[in-house]
């Protein structure tokens, strides 16, 4: 093993062990703020309760998935295990466990900070918006730093165990692979709840959000921290895990690759240490602006990035100038992508505002409004990739065969290498949005509620904004991860004595076959996850609907008199454990049924498809579904006749439709498009051997 590289083994290993010290530090800390409202205590276990339960039986369901797939992968990958190589099927099959139990600890981690921080962060509102910014921020960091040091350490273990690359498309085929139906399956939770509480509560009965009369008010903040926070923690450590995978493996096919892995690895760590830095710097004035405050946060990240991976480029042998420039165009064009989302889902801007006016004409007006800025939306951030994918690709094309390639999947690592900051503020929203339920239930008053508010329309605004670069990042990733497919199935063809791949010719029939069944599979994947929030919430209003007509008292709000929160919580789990399968195995099966139709040209085109429409999918609706979000709370504040008014209760069907595009299909069309990709890689051998034309 070269020296620079065992160098950087053994600094990913302490970077993530100081990640670790930072996060126990932050854990502790939220620990320590108070919590003296009876009913904010009472209703903050009932919500931990139901995170957990929902947990405990998903991850039942996902044992045996995984337990099924490792058999699998055991069987056939890399190679059938009656070829002789068993050590390298042994070694796959303990990598994609490995890497699903670690995207398991992902959410985990995640539900036990959010559950922690929610309450707390309630109660801290009493006191003014910085120490409740303070608490939300800080119990969002802790899952941002243990992710990125799970991702960054797993990575780096089985690369030095195995030291074949290639391993690590099973270790990020498991990560991605429990991300999916774990966003899948947390998203149709969180909606189903959310829209039924919504439509029930705010536009049939006038009552306020959180009102603790509502039976579906406590599901719905459980589902804030399953989907919101467990989904999208696994989910962006199988973004991390993926972008280091597909950039290692090409890494380790070129020239000088000591060097080339040493870099990803030097960049990885570097960029956990500049979220670290920006995270310890994150700070909010006592009147002061909480989205300004976690933007500028990502700012201070991004440049202390740039200017160590600078350093460490002319500091250490065989990295390369054209290769930080990759990676440099990466990180800059997700931050542009950060800021467009930005200006079509914050409150403070134009769009917003005019959706929530268009809203007073009716809620027809707000969807057709909503839906058309929600495709412009989509533009900048896929001029975005283009751009940035083009630009890495001639920057680094220079440098010898497979270069090009390599500088996209380098774009992917710069884009996604303050992840840690990036779910630090994903992990905000949630708490916060939790802790102003918990502000209403508790009775903390209009000044609390209305502090709380303030921070979760920021917590809205900015996981608009992180759901971009995370699907920007995907969307690069893929790419580079089509390299890989390219590089494992050449692997494959060569050791048959067929010709290798050089490119994807859309003009074929083969190719062009794959590239419309993929264009089709993001929409049909959405279409399912939409399909499951609205045939639970219909099963979740009419059980709202019977205990306000069975429950004496409920609807005047008696005292003494509560609504049975665990039925609704209840059907959410019930039904989101059985819609999540079915959604995910259609993306991995057609994948195989196109590659044994088509072969490896097929498979190029169905990647080609499924990466483009899946990519336009994802930023509509996440974006749609922020700019609809933010418009009821613009309305909300008091503008356009305010709450109650046509404008509002527009408004709020307007957020039903989009509460699930931006947190159930959106997000998870990007893990979608990952884990087909990986499949690609891990069955090119078999899509070479076995497939009907091509």
Request: aromatic share 8%.
């Amino acid at each position: 093993m070269d020296n620079q590289l065992a160098l950087f083994y053994g600094l990913s290993v302490l970077t993530a062990a100081i990640a670790f010290a930072f996060a126990a530090y932050l854990y502790l800390w939220v620990k320590k703020q108070k919590t003296q409202n009876a009913r904010i205590q009472e209703v903050s276990a009932l919500i931990k309760e139901g995170a957990n339960t929902f947990m405990r039986r998903e991850y039942g369901v996902l044992a045996k998935f995984a337990a099924v797939a490792a058999v699998l992968i055991l069987i056939l990958l890399p190679s059938p295990i009656w070829n002789g190589n068993i050590l390298d099927n042994l070694s796959m099959a303990i990598a994609y466990l490995a890497g699903t139990v670690l995207s398991a600890i992902a959410g985990k981690i995640g539900i036990m900070v959010a559950t922690l921080s929610n309450g707390r962060s309630a109660e801290a509102a009493q006191e003014g918006i910085k120490p409740a910014f303070l608490v939300g921020f800080r119990g969002g960091a802790v899952m941002g730093l243990l992710v990125v040091g799970c991702s960054l350490l797993g990575v780096a273990a089985v690369l030095m165990v195995t030291g074949n690359a290639s391993i690590l498309l099973g270790f990020s085929f498991g990560a991605s692979s429990l991300a999916l139906f774990a966003k899948a399956g947390g998203g149709i939770f969180t909606k189903t709840a959310d829209v039924s509480a919504d439509l029930t509560g705010k536009v049939e009965l006038g009552i306020p959000e959180d009102d603790p009369r509502n039976p579906a008010v406590v599901a719905d903040n459980v589902g804030d921290n399953v989907g919101d926070v467990a989904g999208m923690g696994a989910d962006l450590f199988d973004s991390n895990v993926a972008a280091m995978a597909s950039a290692l493996v090409i890494a380790q096919s070129l020239s000088g690759d000591y060097a080339n892995v040493s870099m990803v690895f030097c960049y990885a760590i570097l960029g956990l240490l500049s979220s670290i830095i920006g995270i310890a710097a994150a700070r909010i004035g006592k009147h002061g602006n909480p989205t300004r405050a976690l933007n500028s946060s990502t700012y201070v990240t991004t440049a202390v990035f740039l200017v160590l991976t600078a350093a460490a480029t002319a500091i250490f042998e065989g990295f390369s100038w054209r290769i930080w420039g990759a990676s440099a165009t990466g990180l800059l064009v997700g931050v542009i992508i950060g800021i467009t989302t930005d200006y079509f889902t914050d409150d403070t801007k134009p769009i917003v505002r005019k959706v929530a006016r268009a809203s007073g004409s009716g809620p027809a007006f707000t969807i057709l409004s909503g839906v058309s800025y929600g495709f412009i939306s989509a533009l900048p951030a896929m001029v975005g990739i283009a751009v940035s994918a083009l630009v890495a690709y001639q920057i680094c094309a220079p440098m010898g065969d497979g270069y090009a390639i390599f500088g996209i999947s380098m774009a992917a690592v710069g884009m996604l290498s303050i992840v840690g900051m990036i779910i630090s503020n994903d992990a905000y929203g949630p708490i916060v949005d939790n802790a102003r339920g918990l502000a209403e239930i508790g009775g903390l008053g209009e000044d609390t509620i209305r502090t709380a508010d303030e921070l979760d329309s920021a917590g809205n605004t900015v996981k608009a904004v992180t759901k971009g670069f995370s699907i920007g990042a995907a969307g690069l990733t893929v790419i580079s991860l089509l390299g890989a497919f390219m590089s494992e199935a050449n692997a494959a063809l060569a050791a048959v004595g067929k010709e290798l791949i050089v490119g994807f010719d859309i003009m074929s029939p083969t190719v062009f076959f794959g590239i419309l069944i993929g264009a089709a599979i993001p929409a049909v994947f959405s279409a399912m996850l939409i399909l499951g929030v609205d045939k639970n919430a219909q099963r979740m209003v009419a059980e709202i609907h019977r205990q306000f007509d069975s429950i004496e008292g409920l609807r005047e709000g008696k005292e003494g008199v509560k609504p049975d929160y665990g039925r609704c919580i209840n059907i959410a789990t019930t039904g989101a454990l059985k819609e999540l399968i079915p959604a995910g195995l259609i993306s991995i099966l057609a994948t195989v049924v196109v590659g044994l139709i088509g072969g490896p040209q097929a498979i190029g085109g169905f990647l080609l498809g499924n990466i483009v429409s899946g990519l336009l999918l994802a930023l509509f609706m996440s974006n749609s579904g922020g700019l609809w979000d933010n418009s009821k709370k613009y309305i909300e504040s008091g503008q356009e006749g305010g709450k109650g008014s046509q404008a509002h209760k527009a408004a709020v069907i307007g957020d039903t439709v989009g509460d699930p595009f931006k947190d159930t299909a959106g997000p998870s069309i990007n893990t979608q498009i990952t884990v087909v990709s990986l499949v690609a890689s891990l069955l090119s051998t078999v899509f070479v051997q076995f497939h009907l034309f091509g």
